[in-house]
């Protein structure tokens, strides 16, 4: 069978790969999106209201817009915060955003194979055969491109065929179950206008567990990484504390979640990770979908330069550029996730800390605009003080 050719092959069509073949069939480049499909990433569904403008998100994605979120630390206290006039959290369901990304990449004049990844091969005429596996009646095809562009998730075996097994982030498994949203007279202790966040070690001994609504289903999960945590337990801890214990299960997911970029993206000829594939989920708030999105960007945009230019350096522009950009909070979540989530003691702290005005207001304007807020540099020095005395005062290890 005659092999196809395109200028680059995306595999994985989740919001980082979706976004890039969108981009590259933009920019008139010959693209083929690949999706397996029939699996929906266990995901809380939240996005910054900025990434509804910034990626033309149809309004109707957006199934719910949450003005805040309540923290609840291990002892029961409960901290509200209240977004204010910065902005909203969009709350996406992703077996209907994932489908609708995809098509809009089609729309941009993308072709698409439903079909897994199987394997690739560097040619020597500076070419990639990349070789798809598709449904089990047909024989496995192979397509040929300039780039291949790896979008397929935390376990990429994009990845896998040009690191190694043994090249990946650090990750925690995250779980979730998608219940239908109680109506509104039964709705107990379930906000359909709230984000619930908590941090208790029943729940979680090492990340938190969450309780996001979506108007009419609502996503409810935890995340570890400690072997053996039983995650499904948790889970159903925290439907029966929430009111959501005789909800309608929807459909139950779970899946590796990573917690810190890649220190390579691409091999230095013509293949590039992005999105999870490329570790790019942020730690302690385990946020990904816009910054899968924006690495699509970053992705697309790098294959244009080594398209137009021959130069295979400019691949890894696409790191370099997110890492100067965002680089610098990765690493203070990293820092919180590590510390503030250790053990039940500094959660309640954690917790507690977020009751501080100056703390609110940077967390949400840091979430929304996607950068370490420089507006107000003494509310940084307010918070750094606050922080000191958190951490000087007895903890338990």
Same mark, same amino acid.
């Given at each position: ?7 680059? +092959? ?29 699996? #929906? ?5 939240? +996005? ?100 291949? +562009? /790896? ?36 709705? /107990? ?13 029943? +729940? ?55 917690? =810190? ?51 295979? *350096? ?31 003691? *500094? ?7 977020? =009751? ?6 940077? #967390? ?9 807020? *420089? ?23």
């Amino acid at each position: 069978m005659q092999t196809q050719t395109y200028d680059v +092959i995306v595999i994985g069509g989740g919001p980082a790969g979706a976004r890039a073949a969108e981009r590259l069939a933009w920019s008139g480049k010959k693209t083929l999106l690949v999706d397996k499909e029939g699996r #929906t990433k266990p995901c809380g569904g939240a +996005i910054p209201s900025n990434a509804m403008a910034q990626f033309a998100i149809a309004p109707e994605q957006i199934k719910a817009r949450v003005r805040g979120a309540r923290m609840t630390g291990p002892s029961g206290l409960q901290v509200e915060m209240e977004i204010g006039d910065v902005g909203h959290v969009g709350m996406v369901d992703r077996d209907q955003f994932d489908p609708y990304l995809r098509a809009r990449a089609r729309e941009a004049g993308a072709d698409y194979r439903a079909a897994g990844f199987t394997a690739l091969e560097h040619r020597a005429d500076g070419l990639v055969d990349v070789t798809l596996g598709t449904s089990k009646d047909k024989e496995a095809e192979t397509v040929t491109a300039r780039i291949v +562009i /790896g979008a397929d998730g935390a376990n990429s075996a994009v990845r896998r065929a040009i690191f190694g097994p043994k090249a990946r982030p650090p990750y925690v498994f995250a779980y979730h179950e998608i219940v239908r949203s109680p109506s509104a007279d039964e709705t /107990g202790n379930f906000d359909p206008a709230q984000c619930e966040v908590i941090y208790d070690g029943e +729940i979680s001994p090492d990340f938190y567990g969450w309780v996001f609504p979506h108007g009419p289903y609502t996503s409810v999960g935890c995340g570890s990484a400690v072997k053996g945590f039983d995650l499904k337990a948790a889970t159903k801890e925290l439907r029966a504390r929430f009111g959501l214990a005789d909800a309608e299960t929807i459909r139950e997911e779970g899946a590796p979640l990573p917690l =810190k970029p890649m220190k390579r993206w691409d091999d230095g000829r013509n293949v590039l990770l992005i999105g999870d594939a490329a570790g790019v989920v942020a730690p302690s708030s385990g946020e990904g979908i816009w910054y899968a999105m924006h690495t699509g960007d970053l992705g697309a945009e790098a294959a244009i330069k080594v398209l137009e230019t021959g130069q295979a *350096r400019h691949l890894a522009s696409a790191r370099k550029r997110f890492q100067k950009a965002h680089g610098r909070v990765f690493m203070v979540l990293g820092f919180m996730q590590w510390f503030w989530y250790r053990n039940d003691k *500094r959660r309640e702290k954690f917790v507690t800390m977020c =009751k501080d005005p100056d703390v609110q207001r940077l #967390t949400w304007e840091s979430y929304l605009n996607k950068k370490l807020v *420089r507006r107000d540099p003494m509310a940084h020095v307010r918070v750094f003080i606050k922080d000191m005395r958190q951490l000087l005062r007895p903890a338990a290890h």
